[in-house]
């Protein structure tokens, strides 16, 4: 099997990955404005409001005849600039420190000063507190210095800077021994607030979560191992792609209904008719087609339906598939063969008191667990009572004497079958059956129960006829739109083809007998010419015609 050789490795679909993103805006949207009102509300309620005040000093390293003669070399400015480095090493001394915290208790009480500043229990201001809240640079590498000091205080913010502007020059001059400073810029007292920027951190806690929740769908859109696309399930197992089949609510324009346990509620609105909707209604003409294509090398028309696992959509899509063969004008025999939990009953609204498990138990005749005329060309075995040994039953010589004689009877046979990685019934009846379709629901069903159903179905030696793509929503693929613009014009008599392969629409087939005459869309149903030569032939069983 090709998805065991094949190499792990992830491929990234960056549209469809743009789709996911599309599908989830609304969700990323609304984690962008959480997390902008919580940056909101932390920026104006909880972080301390901060003042900064600033003085500019302009170091010197002339003598007093130099600067009188106005004759300043290069030299002397670059050893200006490199005395600049050495100021600001000294000024952000502990020793100047100190001073700074001296001079703030004389002008302020210990309480006000503790308010902004740390106090130790020996009065002094904490040094490395006011360290923290100054820096010192040059202003765009000239002489000039610039001091800024940042606090709770507007006051204290413009006192620290008028404190390291008295003391620099002595300081500096004792302790360094050359040059001079001169205050050009006294500190002033700003009373606008400088921290926090309420819009900034708005904006910055919207971009956060913006970029928090797309990473979070990003990661899950790597971790999923769901199947998103036929391309990459026609890929990985190499198998055809019998059909695509799209979202009957979204279609509708209604929301999928489900039960409490999240699975979509089984109802007759699911089948298809007149009213429904045309891209639904086309996807399983398609579906249609390439199964007859997949049939054609083969006597018996004798199709079952299983899945990987339950809830998938199997029975639903087996019940339209059928009605859809109907609509060919072939006979048509749809059988329940799901004993453990029955489902086409409920779809078609019949009684399920004598079906297939009455049959098979010797407890009623096949006639007369057929239920005629469900759907025009259409009947239909239910399951019946739910026996205590499915398996057995349906591995017996009875069952697979009773559909050889149905074969007989019908056009084609379809079998709704439970899940193989849930029971093993659609492997016992591998004998009686021609193939089986494979039905996948985009975004639930894994690769990796894919790969354990396929396995099942080898070992047993049932073939296998493809895969059937479910519930496909137009927010996960691209190719929704095209597919629904494609098919859109039939409705004006341009008519539309089939791939040859099982799943693509890329090269339309077309007969001499089409070419000349372009109305291939004369029977019920929306029949093609095609489908009605397809659904003859397998009236005789023992002719196989394939397509060329």
């Known amino acids: 099997m090709n998805g065991e050789n094949e190499n792990k490795e992830i491929e990234i679909d960056l549209l469809e990955l743009a789709g996911v993103l599309l599908s989830r805006i609304s969700v990323i949207i609304t ?18 409001e901060k003042y900064s005040s600033y003085t500019t000093m302009y170091v010197k390293n002339v003598n007093e005849e130099a600067r009188m003669e106005q004759s300043v070399t290069l030299n002397e400015l670059n050893a200006s600039k490199s005395l600049l480095s050495t100021y600001i090493a000294v000024l952000q001394s502990d020793a100047v420190m100190d001073q700074i915290g001296e001079r703030l208790l004389k002008l302020y009480t ?3 000063i503790s308010a902004v500043f740390p106090v130790d229990e020996s009065g002094s201001v904490n040094t490395n507190a006011i360290k923290s809240s100054l820096s010192m640079a040059s202003v765009e590498d000239t002489e000039v210095l610039k001091i800024s000091a940042k606090t709770t205080s507007p006051e204290v913010s413009a006192d620290v ?3 390291i502007a008295e003391i620099a020059p002595d ?11 001169e205050v050009i810029d006294p500190a002033k007292v700003n009373y606008r607030r400088v921290e926090p920027n309420i819009k900034k951190m708005t904006v910055l806690g919207c971009l956060l979560g913006l970029i928090a929740s797309a990473g979070v769908i990003i990661l899950l859109y790597l971790l999923d191992n769901s199947v998103k696309s036929t391309d990459e399930l026609k890929k990985r197992f190499d198998k055809a792609i019998i059909g695509e089949v799209y979202n009957f609510s979204q279609e509708k324009g209604e929301k999928q209904k489900k039960t409490k346990d999240g699975h979509r509620v089984i109802s007759p609105e699911s089948l298809i008719n007149d009213k429904t909707v045309f891209t639904v209604s086309e996807s399983y003409k398609t579906m249609r087609t390439n199964t007859m294509f997949a049939l054609s090398p083969f006597d018996k028309k004798i199709i079952s339906v299983t899945s990987a696992n339950a809830a998938e959509g199997k029975s639903t899509t087996t019940a339209n ?15 329940d063969a799901d004993l453990r939990k029955p489902t ?27 239920i005629k005329g469900v759907r025009e060309n259409l009947d239909l075995m239910p399951a ?23 074969a007989q009877q019908y056009d084609y046979v379809i079998i709704d079958t439970p899940p193989v990685n849930v029971v093993s019934d659609v492997l016992v009846m591998s004998k009686a059956i021609t193939g089986v379709l494979f039905v996948t629901m985009h975004g639930e069903t894994t690769y990796d129960s894919i790969e354990s159903g396929l396995q099942k179905l080898e070992m047993a030696e049932v073939n296998v006829l493809g895969f059937i793509l479910n519930n496909i929503t137009a927010a996960h693929t691209g190719k929704y739109y095209s597919y629904k613009y494609k098919y859109g014009y039939s409705r004006y008599g341009y008519g539309y083809g089939y791939g040859y392969s099982y799943g693509g629409y890329d090269r339309p087939y077309e007969s001499e007998e089409d070419k000349a005459d372009p109305d291939t ?9 095609n489908e009605k030569q397809s659904g003859k032939s397998s009236g005789n069983h023992h002719s196989s015609r394939r397509k060329k």
């Open 384 to 406: 019946g009572p739910i026996p205590p040994n499915p398996s057995e039953l349906l591995a017996s010589q009875q069952f697979e004497n009773m559909i050889n004689e149905l």
């Open 161 to 163: 800077c008028r404190i």
């Open 321 to 335: 598939l059928a009605i859809s063969f109907s609509q060919t004008e072939s006979k048509v025999l749809l059988i």
């Open 521 to 529: 869309s004369k029977s019920t149903g929306g029949q093609t010419k």
């Open 171 to 181: 300081f500096l001059i004792r302790v360094v021994g050359a040059g001079s400073v």
């Open 31 to 48: 984690f962008s404005l959480l997390f902008g009102l919580l940056a909101l509300c932390i920026a104006s309620f909880y972080l301390p």
């Open 344 to 370: 086409q009953h409920k779809l078609f609204e019949v009684n399920n008191k004598t079906g297939l498990s009455t049959v098979l138990g010797k407890m009623n005749t096949v006639e007369n667990s057929i």
């Open 110 to 112: 210990v309480n006000e």
